[in-house]
């Protein structure tokens, strides 16, 4: 039986996009994945193209190897990995404390690259999660108390009704505290790989792999 498609759906197939913009030798790498990724981050941003270049599909897994996805946002990023915040009893907050592995996606289709991180998951310190809990604005904090992250709900009622409550016990923003069920997660990588597009699908994708404490390989994948 031959389905009818409707709209664009029949033209998915043809959907193609040649990419031309350039390439990535191993020339062009720096000497630690954290400096590339700060050279590639910073066009990102300066390029004015990508809408938000923290922007990272963040996948993780429960204990019995079902994943999941969703797009979270980079916080911080320094030579020990990378970091998003998020309350703990969400559904990645729970598939992380039984399987500490994530891997990350960062798609600048614009500039026609994207970055892959693949590592193990460990929380970061409470003084770190109330250093940046104090940079988000008074609203963003007061959602972290009010929100059952990934519960269902009947409607926006009760989590509307939940911000009312907290707003009442911090009016000042100054004063509401991170939640002891919200926090930081960094991600340790084990390999990241720089991907740009290429035309024919012939990629460039160079990965900067980790084989002891303190040291990395280059290595380029067929695209």
Same mark, same amino acid.
């Given at each position: *039986? ?9 033209? +998915?197939?043809? *959907?193609? %996009?040649?990419?031309? =913009? ?7 790498? #720096? ?13 990102? +941003? ?9 922007? *990272?599909?963040? #996948? ?5 190897? %079902?994943?999941? #996805?969703?797009?979270? =946002? ?8 990378? !970091? ?11 598939? =992380?404390?039984?399987?500490?592995? #994530?891997?990350? $996606?960062?798609?600048? +289709?614009? =500039?026609?690259?994207?970055? $892959? ?19 988000? @604005? ?19 009622? @009760?989590? /509307? /009704? ?8 911090? &009016? ?5 505290? &991170? ?13 990241? /790989? ?16 980790? !084989? ?12």
């Amino acid at each position: *039986m031959r389905l009818v498609t409707v709209g664009y759906s029949d033209r +998915v197939a043809a *959907m193609r %996009r040649v990419y031309r =913009l350039g390439g990535l030798s191993e020339s062009d790498l #720096a000497d630690r994945w954290w400096q590339q990724f700060g050279r590639w981050f910073a066009e990102a +941003v300066e390029s004015r193209l990508v809408v938000e270049p923290n922007a *990272m599909v963040l #996948a993780t897994a429960d204990a019995g190897g %079902r994943p999941s #996805a969703r797009t979270v =946002l980079m916080k911080e990023y320094d030579e020990r990995g990378i !970091v998003f915040f998020t309350n703990y009893r969400s559904r990645k907050g729970r598939e =992380l404390a039984v399987n500490p592995h #994530a891997a990350l $996606v960062f798609g600048w +289709v614009p =500039l026609e690259r994207q970055v $892959v991180v693949c590592g193990g998951v460990d929380r970061v310190g409470r003084e770190e999660t109330a250093a940046y809990f104090e940079t988000r @604005p008074y609203g963003s904090r007061l959602a972290a108390w009010a929100s059952p992250q990934s519960a269902v709900i009947p409607s926006r009622k @009760p989590l /509307e /009704e939940a911000v009312v409550e907290v707003a009442a016990r911090w &009016p000042d923003q100054r004063q509401v505290p &991170p939640p002891e069920h919200w926090g930081g997660f960094r991600v340790a990588p084990e390999t990241v /790989e720089f991907w740009q597009g290429r035309p024919d699908r012939l990629h460039d994708r160079l990965q900067y792999r980790r !084989v002891a404490e303190e040291g990395w390989v280059v290595e380029r994948l067929a695209p």
